[in-house]
């Protein structure tokens, strides 16, 4: 099993993007990336702490490969606005991929040139992993234990469209 922890907006958003793949053995939304020594909802979306709304996805290389997670990553939220992801505003939403391992890098350089080599003007930034805070319960698995929650409904469903459409073949169902 292998460790990787994305940021790409609103963490509701992204964990249910990933939970969808196969491979995936667990995602966890929390915090990462902030100056504070500690991390809670409230104080993150206030952008008191500097940290970024993350999952920490722990998934199986042989059933899905890292440069695959990655694809999925920046193909369902946009790595070219800085600081946004549609209305979510603030550093807390910043586009940002969080290495567990040094072997990880390569990958994730070569992802992202790919697509810089395309025109896309990624701004999604680069790190090795550093303190993760796991985030509330209320807010694990948190679309699927709300499904009618109204943000949810306008937010999530065009992200899992993109991963129909391109990644069909690694999704559960």
């Known amino acids: 099993m292998q460790n990787i922890i994305l940021g790409g907006g609103c963490f509701w958003c992204t964990e249910s993007v990933f939970l969808s793949l196969k491979g995936v053995q ?22 008191d702490t500097g940290h970024v709304e993350v999952i920490n996805i722990t998934f199986d290389e ?46 994730i350089d070569r992802t992202i040139n ?21 985030a509330e319960e ?4 948190f679309f699927n234990r709300n499904p009618t929650q109204a943000y949810c409904n306008f937010a999530i469903p065009p992200k899992l469209a993109k991963l129909r459409k391109s990644f069909s073949q690694y999704m559960t169902s």
């Open 26 to 47: 667990s995602v966890v939304s929390g915090y990462m990336g902030g100056e504070a020594t500690t991390a809670n909802y409230q104080a993150v979306c206030g952008g």
């Open 62 to 107: 042989s059933i899905l490969p890292l440069e695959v997670l990655l694809d999925v990553f920046f193909g369902t939220h946009d790595p070219t606005t800085k600081d946004r992801q549609g209305n979510d505003v603030g550093s807390q939403y910043r586009s940002v991929v969080f290495y567990t391992n040094e072997a990880q890098k390569p990958t």
């Open 114 to 134: 790919k697509l810089r080599d395309m025109g896309v003007n990624i701004v999604t930034e680069v790190h090795p992993a550093v303190e993760f805070y796991q």
């Open 138 to 141: 209320v807010h694990q698995d």
